[in-house]
C-alpha cells in the first residue's frame, strides 16, 4: 500500500491525543474521529493508486475433507466493501483553521460571494477589516554539498545475509523431536503438587515443571514412534466414510464431514449442528463431555454414533431424535439439548423392534405403509439398510415462498421397500427374495448384538524398559526410579482418558495424515508453498477487515444504546413532569441549590468530631444532602416545606459562625442566591398554576389599605374600632410591616374613632339632662320664686347660679359652675360618700379623687385642654369614664 512505518504501532501512539486524527501520509487530507477509522483507512486504502482494497475471499480452512460431485462452481467476486465515511463527511461539515480558530461550514448552505471592487468599498467605508496580506517567507537557500575526493577508498560488498531474515523457514519434524512441545494444563500441577508434597514429606527435593515437561514430552513421542514401527497408527480417516446421520458420503464447502479427533466420528456440519469449523481439535460431544464413559440412548438400544444431550441430562442419538416425530431439538442451529421426549406417548415406547427382537426398549417408529404396523428402531432401521427418507415439500398451493418448509420423513419396512429404491430387490414377489431379506435381517441382528456387547479399543502403545531408562537419564532428581513409574501410571491413564488420542497436536494431525513421520504438510521440508502463503495472508487480511467491520459496528452499537439510555432519561423525566411537576421543579431547585455551593460547605451534614459543640448551639441540623433524601422520600409536600428547611440550614450557618469567617459569608451569600432561585421557582409555579399565590408583605399591606380606606368612611362606632384592631393585629403578625408608617396610622385612627365614640356618648348625656331640668322647671309652682328653686337644686347640678360661689371675673356662668366643683372635688377627696346625699347618682369616693388628680394633670399639661374643662366632673361615672377616653386619645396622640 506504500506505507513505510507500522500501522498498529502509529495507532498506538494517536490514541492518547484528542482527535479528530489526520493521515499521516502526504497529500491525504482525509481525518477521522476515532482511531479504528483511521486503522481501518490505512490498513484498506492504497494511497499509491487511490483505490480501496479489494478483500479477496478464500475458503476457510475446514476439518475433514471435502468432495463435491461433478465440477466446482465458481464463487463470484465480491463486491469492494465501501470506504468508512469520516465523521464530517457524514455530517456534510468543512473544517479549516483561520488563525487559530477552528471554523466550520456546511456544505449544504449557499455561500455569499463578493467581487473585489465590492470588497474595496466596503473597506474604504470602514464596514470590512482590510484584508491581511501574508508575510512574505523569507528566502533561505538550500544547503551546498561539499565535495572532497579520497584516494584509495574503495567500498566493500555487504555481507551477506541468512534466509531466516527474508523468509521464515518452518522446523523440519527433526527439529522439533529435539524440542520440548509439551505444555502442562492444570491437571498436571494439581498432580505434580501432590507429588512434591509427598517428596517434600520425605525430605526430598521437588521436580520442577520444566522436568515434568521433558519427561511427558518424551514419553509422548516416544510412544508415537513405537506406535509407527509397530504399524499401529491409531484413528486413521477414512476416504470413503459417511455421515453416521444421514448415512450420505457426499459434501459441499459449506457443508463438508468433520471426524472426532478422538473417537473417529464422521459427521456432517448441518447434521450435527457445527455452524462454524473451529481450529485444530474437534472433538463431538460424547468425547467432549464424557470422554471415558460410555453413554446410553434412551430412544434405541444401540452402541455408538451420534450423541447429543437431553433437556434431563440423558444421552440420545441425533437420527433418533430427528425420526420420532415428537421430539424437538431446543436450538435448531446447534440441534442441542434434545427435548420434547416426555411427549413421546406411551404406545410407541411399548412396541416391538421387528430387527432387534427387543420390546419396550427404547421408542420405534412404524411403517409408512397403510395397514403395515411393523415397528422399528431407527439405529436398527438404518443397519438393516431400510428405506428411510426425508423430502422437502413446499405449499403448491399458496405457492407462498414465506411459508415455512415442511420436512416429510418416510420409513418402510424391507417387505414394503418402494419399487425402484435401491433396497427394492428385482423380483420382489419371488421366494429368493423374501429369502434374501430374511437373511439382511439375520445378519443385522447379529451385527448389532456384537455392537452392544463389544467394548471399544482404546491404542495405548508400551515403551520398552531401555527406552524408559534413557528418557530417565535426561533429568537429575532425588529417587528418580519411583518417580518416573508414577509419571508413566499418570500418563497412561491421561492417555487411556483422552481415548488413546495423543497428547500433542502435531502429533495428532500427523496421525490423520497419510504421509511418513517427519515430513511436513506441504510435503517439502523447510519450504512452504508461495501461492498457499499468498492465500493465507489474504485470508488473514479478509479476517481482519471483518473484525474492524465487527468494531465499528460495536461502537455504533454502543453509541446508539447511550444515546437510548439519554432518550429514557429525559422521557422518565418528561414523565414525571407530568406526573409531579411541584416534585420536578423541587428537585431542579435542589439541583441549582448544589450547584451554588461551590466550595460544598452545605453539602454534607457538619462533621461533629471536628466541632463538638455544633449540637449545643445547633439543635435541629440541616444540609443539602438531608434536603435531597427528604425530597427523595417524599417528606416535601409544598414548596414552602422546602424552603422552610433552607432558611433553617442558613440560619444554623448564620448563628454558629462569626462574622469574620468564610463560613457565615458563604452562608450570606447563599441565602440571597437561594432565596433568588426559590422566588424564581415560585413565580414560575404559579404562573403555571400549580400552587397558589403567596401574599407578601407588599400585598397584604395594600389588602389592609383598602380595608382602612373603606372602614373610615363609615361613621364611628365600636364595630369599625374592633375591625381597625383586627387590621392592626394582621399589619404587626407580619414581620415587614410591624415598624411601618402603615402600622401607626391604624393606631392614630383607633384613637380617634374612640375619642369620637366618647364625644358621641357624652353629648347624649348632657342633652338628657338638660331635657329632664326643663321639664322640672315647666312643672314646679309658677309661685315659686327663683332663688327658692336656686336654693331647692342640688349641689352637683350644673343648674346652680354662679352668685352663690365666688368666681373670676370675666368667666360665664358655665365654666363657674366648673371651678367650683372641681375645687370642691380637690378639697375633699376622701369624702365618704352619704346616703341622705341630694344627687340621685351617687359616686364613688375613688372615682372622685381620680378624677380630681386627672384634671390637674390634664390643666397642668397643656392649655389647649381648657375646652375638655366644659365636661362636669364629678357628676357620675359616665361622665369620669367619658374624662378618661379623652385623656387617653390625647396622650396616645403625643
Known amino acids: 500500500m506504500g506505507l513505510d512505518f507500522d500501522v498498529v504501532e502509529y495507532i498506538k501512539t494517536i490514541r492518547g491525543a484528542a482527535p479528530p486524527y489526520k493521515c499521516p501520509v502526504d497529500k491525504c487530507d482525509k481525518s477521522y474521529k476515532s482511531a479504528i477509522g483511521m486503522q481501518y483507512h490505512l490498513l484498506n486504502f492504497d494511497h499509491d493508486t487511490g483505490t480501496t482494497i479489494t478483500p479477496v475471499v478464500t475458503p476457510s480452512r475446514k476439518k475433514g475433507r471435502t468432495r463435491v460431485p461433478g465440477t466446482p462452481q465458481k464463487v463470484p467476486p465480491t463486491e469492494a466493501p465501501k470506504e468508512a465515511v469520516t465523521y464530517n463527511e457524514a455530517l456534510g461539515v468543512v473544517q479549516f483553521e483561520i488563525e487559530g480558530k477552528t471554523m466550520e461550514l456546511s456544505v449544504t448552505e449557499d455561500l455569499p460571494l463578493m467581487d473585489l471592487e465590492e470588497y474595496q468599498k466596503l473597506v474604504e467605508k470602514g464596514q470590512a477589516a482590510p484584508a491581511v496580506e501574508p508575510q512574505s517567507e523569507p528566502h533561505i537557500k538550500l544547503p551546498e554539498a561539499a565535495v572532497k575526493e579520497l584516494k584509495n577508498y574503495n567500498i566493500c560488498d555487504a555481507p551477506p545475509r541468512p534466509n531466516a531474515y527474508i523468509r521464515f523457514i518452518e522446523k523440519s519434524a527433526e527439529e522439533l523431536d529435539g524440542e520440548v512441545e509439551y505444555d502442562v494444563d492444570e491437571e498436571d500441577t494439581t498432580w505434580l503438587g501432590i507429588i512434591n508434597e509427598k517428596r517434600a514429606s520425605q525430605g526430598l527435593n521437588p521436580v520442577s515443571v520444566d522436568s515434568l515437561e521433558l519427561l511427558m514430552d518424551r514419553l509422548e513421542k516416544e510412544s508415537y514412534f513405537q506406535a509407527a514401527a509397530n504399524g499401529q497408527s491409531g484413528s486413521v480417516v477414512d476416504d470413503d466414510a459417511v455421515c453416521c446421520i444421514c448415512m450420505d458420503g457426499e459434501c459441499q464447502n459449506t457443508n463438508v464431514i468433520l471426524f472426532c479427533d478422538m473417537c473417529n466420528l ?11 469449523i473451529p481450529e485444530g481439535q474437534w472433538l463431538c460431544r460424547r468425547c467432549l463431555q464424557s470422554p471415558s464413559r460410555p453413554v446410553d440412548c434412551v430412544l434405541c438400544p444401540n452402541k455408538g454414533g451420534a450423541f447429543k444431550q437431553t433437556d434431563r441430562s ?103 421397500t418402494p419399487a425402484g429404491s435401491a433396497e427394492t430387490p428385482e423380483t420382489e414377489a419371488s421366494e429368493k427374495a423374501r429369502e434374501e431379506s430374511r437373511n439382511k435381517m439375520k445378519q443385522a441382528r447379529k451385527l448389532l448384538a456384537k455392537k452392544r456387547t463389544s467394548v471399544p479399543v482404546i491404542l495405548i502403545p508400551t515403551i520398552p524398559p531401555e527406552r524408559v531408562q534413557e528418557i530417565a537419564q535426561l533429568v537429575n532428581i532425588q529417587k528418580k526410579s519411583p518417580f518416573i513409574q508414577r509419571l508413566i501410571a499418570y500418563w497412561t491413564l491421561k492417555r487411556q482418558y483422552r481415548n488413546g488420542v495423543p497428547l500433542l497436536r502435531r502429533l495428532q494431525s500427523q496421525g490423520q495424515s497419510h504421509s511418513a513421520f517427519g515430513t511436513g504438510r506441504s510435503g517439502i521440508e523447510g519450504s512452504p508453498d508461495t501461492s498457499e502463503l499468498y492465500q493465507q495472508l489474504k485470508y488473514w487480511q479478509s479476517l481482519r477487515q471483518d473484525l474492524e467491520r465487527a468494531r465499528l459496528l460495536c461502537e455504533l452499537v454502543r453509541k446508539r444504546e447511550k444515546l437510548k ?58 444540609d443539602l444532602s438531608t434536603m435531597a433524601t427528604k425530597l427523595k422520600n417524599g417528606a ?96 404587626v403578625a407580619r414581620h415587614g410591616l410591624t415598624k411601618t408608617k402603615r402600622v401607626r396610622q391604624i393606631k392614630l385612627e383607633i384613637a380617634k374613632m374612640k375619642r369620637a365614640i366618647a364625644k358621641q356618648e357624652t353629648a347624649g348625656e348632657n342633652k338628657v339632662e338638660v331635657t329632664a331640668a326643663a321639664k322640672d322647671t315647666r312643672t314646679s309652682d309658677s309661685g315659686v320664686k327663683r332663688e327658692d328653686q336656686i336654693a331647692q337644686t342640688p349641689p352637683c347640678s350644673p343648674m346652680k347660679t354662679p352668685n352663690n360661689s365666688a368666681s373670676p371675673s370675666g368667666v360665664n356662668r358655665r365654666t363657674a359652675v366648673l371651678f367650683t366643683r372641681k375645687a370642691q372635688a380637690v378639697k375633699k377627696p376622701d369624702l365618704p360618700m352619704k346616703e341622705d346625699s341630694s344627687c340621685d347618682i351617687q359616686i364613688p369616693d375613688k372615682t372622685k379623687a381620680a378624677a380630681a388628680a386627672a384634671a390637674g394633670a390634664v390643666r397642668e399639661a397643656h392649655v389647649t385642654l381648657i375646652g375638655i374643662w366644659h365636661i362636669p366632673f364629678g357628676l357620675c361615672s359616665v361622665h369620669t369614664k367619658a374624662v378618661w377616653d379623652v385623656m387617653k386619645g390625647w396622650f396616645l396622640h403625643r
Not at 432519561?569 to 421543579?585: I, R, S
Request: net charge negative; aromatic share 8%; glycine share 4%.
Open 565 to 622: 439510555v439519554a432518550l429514557f432519561k429525559v422521557q422518565e423525566q418528561t414523565l414525571m413532569m407530568q406526573l409531579n411537576p411541584v416534585e420536578a421543579a423541587m428537585k431542579k431547585l435542589l439541583e441549582g441549590l448544589e450547584q451554588k455551593d461551590t466550595t460544598e460547605i452545605f453539602r454534607e451534614p457538619v462533621d461533629v468530631n471536628e466541632v463538638p459543640d455544633y449540637t449545643d448551639i445547633v439543635k435541629h441540623p440541616m
Open 636 to 731: 416535601y409536600e409544598s414548596l414552602d416545606d422546602m424552603e422552610a428547611d433552607f432558611n433553617l440550614m442558613i440560619r444554623n450557618c448564620l448563628a454558629y459562625n462569626n462574622k469574620d469567617t468564610i463560613f457565615y459569608r458563604a452562608g450570606a451569600r447563599m441565602r440571597d442566591q437561594g432565596g433568588a432561585l426559590f422566588k424564581a421557582v415560585r413565580k414560575d409555579l404559579e404562573k403555571e398554576g400549580l400552587i397558589s399565590i403567596k401574599k407578601t408583605d407588599e400585598i397584604v399591606g395594600q389588602e389592609i389599605d383598602e380595608e382602612v380606606k373603606i372602614l373610615l368612611q363609615q361613621p364611628p362606632n365600636e364595630k369599625i374600632v374592633t375591625k381597625l384592631q383586627i387590621l392592626l393585629e394582621r399589619a
Open 266 to 276: 464422521a459427521v456432517h456440519q448441518d447434521c450435527y449442528g457445527v455452524p462454524y
Open 314 to 416: 440423558q444421552w440420545a442419538h441425533v437420527v433418533c431424535a430427528l425420526w420420532i416425530p415428537e421430539v424437538r431439538f431446543a436450538n435448531t442451529v446447534f440441534l442441542e439439548p434434545i427435548d420434547s421426549i416426555e411427549t413421546i406417548p406411551a404406545a410407541r415406547w411399548r412396541l416391538s423392534c421387528y430387527i432387534c427382537k427387543q420390546k419396550s426398549v427404547g421408542a420405534c417408529i412404524q411403517c409408512h405403509r397403510t395397514n403395515c404396523y411393523a415397528a422399528f428402531h431407527v439405529t436398527c432401521a438404518q443397519q438393516a439398510g431400510l428405506h428411510m427418507r426425508m423430502d422437502t415439500v413446499r405449499d403448491s398451493v399458496t405457492g407462498n415462498e414465506a411459508q415455512p418448509i415442511i420436512v416429510q420423513k418416510t420409513a418402510y419396512c424391507d417387505a414394503h
